[in-house]
């Protein structure tokens, strides 16, 4: 019995060098990385331009002509389709202006896509006196950021269109920033509303080459925390019944003595809130939503996220915007809790 298998098992290192890459093409990028140590021919047929090539995404040339730099990979003469993939994973590449970049995910090859600050719409952002765009830190994605300098209405809106993202894919889109040392306005005490983030995916904006009607999605809609004073302690907080109690004193007199009302005020357990984490390049980001993207949405299909907050009127300082990125939803590697 053992000889007949080791027989049958041989047979398969007999295969053609194409058929073995083929069926190795249609599994996934991480599968096709530990078929490489089966055998010496496997890792031949594994890490084959004929694999890899089916893991980068079919308009990569395209995206990547749009590169605002000649995109570099190791070896770069000759380099393999497995090394361009390698380096998508590792570093993404800046596109038309800085305003975006491209990367690929390495577990499924799927796209990820960052709009800038620069991309994004965000309300009073050429107002200096309430924005300022500065250089980014060392190692950040992109050259500059938003930083937040003072108002009381805060709308940060992103868009994208699903026909540059991977079909069949469900992403989730994410803001990331960082708080200055002097920021004030967005902590998360109770008794004020928290922010609350938006995502909705339309396909009315125009003609669709979909069979589908135009249409569009209900927007979901989360309360997050962009503004944690105590880390976890406070996360924690977010997720049971908070009530808050304060005197305020009026102007009339009741008795001969000024008139004290007790306010109370009570903030439901909400154990959705998206609280904030910290990333692996050092800045900080909060879900804002999930969608999903079947493919047959039509050229005119989008998504939109928004950060908003408006209905406190509290002004508000210190927030840093480098962008809004834009990923497979179960990509959560290199994150850490604030």
């Known amino acids: 019995m053992a000889t007949a298998a080791a027989a049958e098992s041989a047979e398969i290192y007999r295969l053609p060098e194409e058929c073995v890459a083929y069926a190795i093409s249609l599994t996934t990028p991480g599968d096709a990385c530990h ?33 605002d730099e000649p995109v570099a990979v190791a070896g770069c003469v000759g380099a393999s389709k497995k090394e361009l993939f390698s380096r998508l994973c590792d570093s993404p590449v800046l596109l038309d202006g800085a305003t975006m970049s491209f990367g690929l995910e390495r577990r499924s090859g799927a796209k990820c896509l960052m709009l800038s600050a620069r991309a994004l719409s965000i309300a ?3 107002d200096p006196s309430c924005w300022t765009w500065t250089a980014s830190p060392p190692g950040s994605r992109f050259p500059e950021v938003a930083e937040l300098v003072d108002v009381c209405w805060l709308e940060i809106t ?3 269109s699903l026909s540059l993202l991977t079909p069949g894919t469900t992403y989730a889109a994410y803001l990331v920033f960082a708080m200055a040392d002097d920021a004030y306005g967005l902590e998360c005490h109770v008794g004020m509303p928290p922010p609350k ?33 105590q880390g976890e302690e406070e996360a924690a907080a977010h997720r049971r019944k908070q009530q808050y109690v304060r005197l305020r004193r009026g102007y009339g007199i009741s008795g001969g003595a000024r008139k004290t009302t007790v306010l109370t005020t009570t903030r439901e357990a909400d154990p959705d809130i998206r609280c904030p984490r910290r990333r692996g390049d050092g800045w900080a980001e909060v879900e804002m939503g999930e969608f999903a993207v079947a493919g047959d949405e039509g050229d005119a299909a989008v998504v939109e996220v928004t950060v908003q907050e408006v209905d406190s009127r509290r002004w508000k300082r210190g927030l840093v915007v480098l962008g809004i990125e834009i990923r497979p939803k179960q990509h959560t590697a290199g994150m850490l809790a604030l």
Do not use: N, Y
Request: aromatic content about 6%.
């Open 197 to 229: 983030a938006t995502v909705a995916v339309s396909s009315s904006g125009g003609t669709t080459t979909s069979s589908k009607t135009p249409s569009s999605t209900p927007a979901q809609e989360h309360a997050i925390c962009l503004h944690h004073m």
């Open 158 to 160: 992103g868009k994208l």
């Open 124 to 126: 009073w952002g050429d």
């Open 35 to 67: 078929s490489s140590v089966v055998s010496p021919a496997f890792r031949a047929a594994a890490d084959s331009d004929a694999v890899w090539a089916r893991f980068l995404p079919p308009d990569h040339a395209d995206v990547l002509a749009r590169a």
